[in-house]
């Protein structure tokens, strides 16, 4: 399974980017897709997380209200649309894929199967 993202890049703070994730191979029909972070302080951190076959949506308490997690209808792309953007939301942003439901540990790196290569998103 390979995931890429893209949508990265530098933004003022207040703005917005949308970041994109596109997984291709062989992949089950349930899974959880999320988005992670990781500044060069900090270890990865979950931000947000959508079940594909389902509508469970999670959201960690930094972002909630100004991220918004989605997925195409085949379910293969993911969107991390991020408004309201703030010089603390400067990270590496990783797409990521957990076997079955997301769950209460969503946001566990532990428990993740598939990890893209990241994209940079850079708020001044």
């Known amino acids: 399974v390979q995931l890429v993202e893209s949508g990265g890049g530098s933004v003022q703070a207040g703005g917005s980017l949308r970041l994109t994730c596109k997984a291709s191979?062989?992949?089950?029909?349930?899974?959880?897709m999320a988005w992670f972070r990781r500044t060069s302080t900090k270890e990865r951190e979950g931000v947000a997380a959508?079940?594909?076959?389902?509508?469970?949506?999670y959201y960690s308490d930094s972002v909630k209200d100004r991220f918004t997690i989605s997925h195409d209808n085949v379910g293969n792309i993911i969107y991390l649309q991020m408004n309201s953007l703030k010089p603390e939301d400067t990270a590496t942003y990783y797409c990521?894929?957990?076997?079955?439901?997301?769950?209460?540990?969503?946001?566990?790196?532990?428990?993740?199967?598939?990890w893209g290569q990241g994209t940079q998103v850079t708020v001044s």
């Open positions: 990521a894929v957990k076997a079955g439901y997301c769950g209460p540990q969503w946001s566990q790196p532990s428990r993740i199967k598939y």
């Open positions: 191979g062989q992949m089950s029909s349930d899974y959880c």
């Open positions: 959508t079940y594909i076959r389902g509508d469970m949506i």
